[in-house]
């Protein structure tokens, strides 16, 4: 178990470094993913050169997936890393103060989480028509209660600890002590955390592009993608298959490396 | 004597701990939680950019005439809490007002359309407890196995995997390529509804599945690990009166969240209803939102957070008198 555990990282980096060129390099790698071509239409895998074929404007379907992943990847990073940045501040505040931030948090936290996330982000991003990056700030807004509450309990479980004590036996700053003291204990579950919220991130994201809100037509993206090919199922499989396998890898291998280094990080704090 | 009576009896009835005070007091909280829900989604009105009489117009001809009879009908002149008053007035006798896009009120809309997402809903339901449940049990039993390997390993990829993706393979795979079933549509009611279903239940059931057996193998795992199993064992107890004993305490967990599962099921809908074509509450959700239709977004919000905020205090309630630890620690 613990030998094929071990091989997670080579597993899910290989498919996560190949997403990686695409995202850094994609405008060198496929300059002309997004031209047109009326006159070819729709075309089956394989036609003309087309590996994956073609949709209904011609724009060739393997090269359009290179360029669309930016903005399939790029948003949910930015929503991962600020929903842990709001999370990591006020829930270290809450965990280590209490009092009525605490309780303030945890209500608006209560608030959100009684609805799906997909129906709440549905709603505000389609009424308030705010293109990606609206869409990604509603996200963080979405993300944020979760790992508020996820730092919360850490900073909790840490406070009773006897370095904290002594600490504070020392007169040592509040900021000082929540900072520089539990934050670097809080940092690793922090960082796991963050990865599967990519994942989940990712997801959502892409849904949203499915049913038309937050990329604008025209540009490459996965989700958008999905949603154009239902038309074009019966004519060019590879329309259907290669975004849906994009996503999916993607979005399991994001899920498995985050799941191997939470289990990692467990162990080390059992260890200690 | 009589009023001195009944007022022991009241306090002994909302003493800590006791089921009719938890009961009060998470009832209080649902309907609290209910009115700032709704405040919200009528808020929702407003925040829309634009004046809202105009995005209640849509795409009729905007005459003066007709913004002032919408003006009127809904209030806008009014304070805002006077018209959130005469909203939720409406919506709680189920008027929900006219759906800007059909000409018919947002109650004919849904209830038109609330059977189908019904049924999608308890057929994935029935699907994922009928798999989930039994594979987290065994993974559990046998942790560590090959079945427990894949099995965990498949639920990773399938938490994470999202619904709309792995149902357009499936219809590409089961409906185009093999033929076995239909690909768009909700069928002519009866088996051929359910013969439609099959596909979209199952591209729902597949995310749910994988979050349910992690969830049942983690309780089942959690109880085996307790110290009266190992003091069953020692007694020479035999594998089969363990397991009920252990299986009865993991499934208070189990049973409760499956609650919350089956409430939140309602979010997943809208992606596979979009997916599949099926004229239910979760197609007509999208729809609506990019056709900014206010009325129908803000009557299935609330539908929505509703069933959401009753299922929870049902399973907090049903937690509570199940399960006799909760009710001796009290209240949090």
């Known amino acids: ?272 | 004597m009589d009023s001195a009576h009944s007022h022991r009896r009241l306090t002994q009835l909302l003493s800590r701990g006791s089921l009719t005070r938890f009961i009060i007091v998470r009832l209080a909280a649902t309907g609290l939680l209910l009115v700032v829900l709704s405040f919200v989604v009528f808020a929702l009105l407003h925040l829309t950019p634009g004046d809202p009489a105009r995005n209640l117009v849509g795409v009729r001809n905007v005459t003066p005439e007709l913004l002032q009879s919408i003006r009127d009908k809904y209030h806008l002149n009014d304070p805002f809490l006077t018209q959130y008053l005469h909203w939720l007035g409406n919506v709680v006798q189920g008027d929900f007002g006219e759906s800007i896009r059909n000409n018919t009120t947002v109650t004919t809309l849904l209830s038109d359309r609330v059977l189908l997402t019904l049924q999608l809903a308890a057929f994935s339901f029935t699907l994922t407890v009928l798999f989930a449940v039994p594979l987290g049990i065994a993974a559990a039993w046998r942790s560590g196995s090959v079945l427990d390997r894949s099995v965990s390993a498949a639920s990773i990829v399938g938490v994470g995997a999202p619904t709309y993706a792995v149902g357009l393979l499936l219809l590409y795979v089961f409906g185009l390529w093999l033929d076995i079933f239909p690909v768009y549509g909700s069928g002519d009611g009866g088996f051929d509804r359910w013969w439609h279903l099959v596909l979209p239940a199952i591209t729902l059931a597949s995310g749910l599945a994988a979050m349910v057996f992690k969830l049942t193998r983690t309780a089942v795992v959690a109880e085996l690990n307790q110290d009266y199993v190992a003091f069953a064992q020692s007694r020479g107890l035999s594998h089969r009166q363990i397991r009920s004993l252990v299986l009865r305490n993991a499934m208070i967990p189990v049973a409760t969240s499956l609650g919350l599962v089956f409430a939140f099921l309602f979010g997943g809908t809208i992606l596979v209803e979009v997916t599949f074509a099926l004229q239910g509450i979760g197609s007509l959700l999208a729809g609506s939102v990019t056709f900014k239709d206010l009325p129908v977004v803000q009557a299935i919000t609330l539908l929505t957070a509703t069933v959401i905020a009753l299922t929870a205090l049902a399973v907090d309630i049903l937690y509570y008198v199940v399960d006799p630890r909760v009710r001796k620690r009290g209240m949090k």
């Open chain 1, 1 to 272: 178990m613990t030998t094929r555990r071990s091989l997670i990282p080579f597993v899910t980096g290989i498919p996560l470094s190949i997403i990686a060129i695409f995202v850094l390099a994609s405008r060198w790698i496929v300059p002309n993913a997004t031209q047109q071509d009326i006159m070819t239409g729709v075309t089956a895998p394989g036609t003309a050169g087309h590996l994956f074929g073609t949709d209904q404007l011609g724009r060739d379907i393997g090269q359009l997936a290179i360029a669309g992943a930016s903005s399939a990847v790029v948003g949910p990073i930015v929503i991962a890393l600020g929903s842990m940045m709001i999370g990591i501040l006020l829930g270290t505040f809450a965990g280590y103060m209490g009092g009525w931030l605490d309780l303030l948090l945890s209500k608006y936290a209560d608030l959100l989480l009684a609805l799906p996330t997909t129906l709440v982000a549905l709603v505000v991003t389609g009424l308030i028509d705010g293109g990606y990056w609206v869409t990604v700030l509603v996200l963080i807004m979405l993300f944020s209660p979760t790992d508020i509450r996820m730092i919360r309990g850490s900073v909790i479980a840490q406070t009773g600890r006897p370095y904290i004590e002594s600490a504070k036996v020392l007169g040592l700053s509040r900021r000082r002590i929540m900072f520089r003291h539990i934050l670097p204990n809080v940092l690793p579950v922090a960082f796991s955390t963050m990865l599967l919220n990519v994942a989940f991130a990712l997801v959502s994201m892409s849904a949203l592009s499915f049913l038309g809100l937050g990329v604008g037509p025209g540009v490459p993206d996965w989700g958008r993608q999905l949603s154009d090919s239902r038309d074009l199922i019966d004519r060019n499989w590879g329309s259907v298959v290669l975004p849906a396998m994009l996503i999916i890898i993607t979005a399991a291998a994001i899920n498995l490396l985050g799941d191997w280094l939470q289990d990692r990080f467990e162990q080390r704090a059992v260890q200690r």
